[in-house]
């Protein structure tokens, strides 16, 4: 791991952008089968087991949309 160090008196500011992540994606892509709502993930990557997880939402009735290039899925679980 990379150390960060900071001088100066200046406040802190910007945005920092995580790169999409199997061990979050998974345990969340999981949870939105708990909600009839609609809900939206952004960065979620592109790797086979989130691949693997959208098929099966979507053989088990889900709607499921996602965009590999923008990275964003888009669910609707319907009485699972």
Not at 53 to 78: A, C, I, P, W
């Amino acid at each position: 791991m990379e150390n960060l160090r900071v001088y100066g008196g200046e406040p802190l500011n910007g945005k920092v952008v995580p790169a999409g992540n199997k061990n979050a994606a998974l345990p969340i892509l999981c949870a939105t089968l708990m909600t009839s709502d609609e809900v939206t993930l952004h960065n979620l990557p592109d790797i086979t087991d989130v691949r693997r997880f959208l098929k099966m939402f979507s053989d088990l009735g889900s709607d499921v949309h996602y965009n590999k290039e923008t990275q964003v899925g888009v669910f609707r679980h319907k009485n699972l």
